[in-house]
């Protein structure tokens, strides 16, 4: 072989070389489109430098990827095994589902960004696929892809725990076991069988999450009995959310300072109202997002105690003729709340002091209004709603701390004497206070 051929051989070696390494780059094992991801099945020429990328196993700054292994933030990448848009299409399942955002393999896990199937190959930023010598042409694409696989990466870091709320709130059962009306129940908690009404209007339709409510009787009282008298029940027929009437043990409910059998046995009755948030979600859609407390007396009382210890899954709080007498109280994050009490009240006394007859103590309602305002860390000044009512709104996390004072009222505030509905201004609140 003359010298002239043998130059002429190498060159077709060298660019043929070149030739594999871009088609690898754009198709690869998968391709743009197909399973491998955007640069090959291994990513973007084995990395930096070597099959296993610049300083780590398979990606350029680490194993598999921009950031770890498989890619941008999880194995798999920054979006998942695929192409730019899944198998060979745009999107190959929901947004949430399987392979989305928030499912298996969302962001964070062994999927995509989008679905089955995403920006990066298995592998991540780099792999085993092209030459680790190729020229000048693998290590501009090399840079473009590493950057490409950082903004993805940086994107999609901050979508996992928006998109993770999002699902929960939107997940549903297959098949729903509430029908419309009263749902009579029991549920077996603390030893004891507990029972409750879950009333769903015929407004709600399945498939569709809605907000729950539950509504605490007082001492004395029955979930039929504050069914019948709240008036939440008409407001859930107006606009669509589910209610739920717990019955406490021996008609009480463990407030810590009262009530009846529920405090002198100490009945977990916060771990109660969890079971039944489970139970419940696992019978309808449910909207996790929007789950309420509300109550009467004893009921309200308790209502408070839920707004410090059980933050975490109630988004706010409305109690009617009781104050906040939990201590400590210490909510897992800032909780909005309202109070509605009335100014001619002997039961909880207004002005709080000794009451009732075991002889408690009660802040009184301003009292609790400042020890929530202090718990929510709200300043400013107040704004007053509905005329008899007042708000703190510069709380923590955006909550809001609000106290109805209605005149020529007692205990029972559900009739008050100004015409003033507990669950309409309940609701506006509620709907303004989501669970973050």
């Known amino acids: 072989m003359s010298g002239n051929e043998i ?9 043929g070389a070149c030739g594999s390494d ?14 491998g991801g955007a640069v090959a099945n291994g990513g973007a020429q084995g990395g930096a430098t070597s099959s296993g990328g610049g300083p780590g196993v398979g990606g350029r700054p680490g194993s598999g990827g921009a950031v770890g292994t498989g890619g941008g933030t999880a194995s798999g990448g920054a979006s998942g095994t695929g192409g730019t848009s899944g198998s060979g299409g745009t999107i190959s399942g929901p947004a949430t589902g399987s392979g989305g955002r928030t499912g298996a393999g969302g962001a964070t896990g062994s999927g995509g960004a989008m679905a089955t199937g995403g920006k990066i190959g298995t592998g991540g930023a780099s792999g085993s ?33 928006a998109d993770a709320a999002d699902a929960k709130a939107a997940q549903c059962p297959t098949t729903s076991t509430l029908k419309a009306g009263d749902n009579k129940a029991t549920l077996q908690f603390g030893g004891r069988s507990r029972s409750y009404v879950a009333y769903v209007p015929s407004s709600v339709k399945s498939g569709t999450a809605v907000p729950l409510i539950f509504d605490f009787h007082g001492h004395g009282g ?5 069914e019948s008298s709240s008036g ?20 009480s409910w463990n407030v810590g300072n009262c009530c009846g059998l529920a405090m002198s046995e100490n009945v977990d009755d916060v771990g109660f109202t969890k079971a039944m948030i489970e139970t419940l979600s696992k019978a309808a859609c449910i909207d996790g997002k929007r789950v309420y407390a509300t109550g009467m007396s004893n009921g309200a009382g308790f209502v408070h105690r839920l707004g410090c210890e059980a933050a975490d899954v109630i988004a706010a709080i409305a109690a009617a003729s009781a104050d906040l007498v939990t201590d400590p109280c210490t909510p897992a994050r800032p909780i909005a709340e309202l109070s509605v009490r009335g100014l001619s009240d002997t039961t909880v006394a207004y002005a709080g002091g000794n009451t009732g007859s075991t002889g408690w103590y009660d802040p009184g309602a301003k009292g609790s209004l400042d020890l929530w305002k202090k718990i929510d860390q709200c300043t400013g000044s107040e704004t007053t709603t509905h005329q008899y009512c007042e708000s703190y709104t510069q709380c923590s996390a955006g909550v809001e701390i609000t106290l109805c004072s209605l005149p020529n009222t007692g205990h029972d505030t559900y009739n008050n004497a100004v015409g003033l509905s507990v669950p309409d201004v309940a609701w506006e609140m509620f709907q303004r206070q989501p669970m973050p």
């Open 129 to 161: 696929t092209v030459h680790p010598d190729a020229g000048s042409l693998r290590d501009a694409i090399s840079e473009d892809v590493a950057d490409d696989v950082a903004q993805d990466a940086a994107q999609d870091a901050a979508a996992p725990q």
């Open 22 to 35: 871009s088609r690898a780059v754009q198709r690869g094992t998968g391709g743009v489109l197909g399973t």
């Open 232 to 251: 939440w029940k008409k407001k859930a027929d107006q606009t669509g959310f589910i209610m739920v009437y717990p019955d406490g043990v021996d008609s």
């Open 7 to 15: 130059v002429i051989a190498l060159l077709a070696i060298g660019l």
């Open 222 to 226: 029955s979930a039929s009995q504050e």
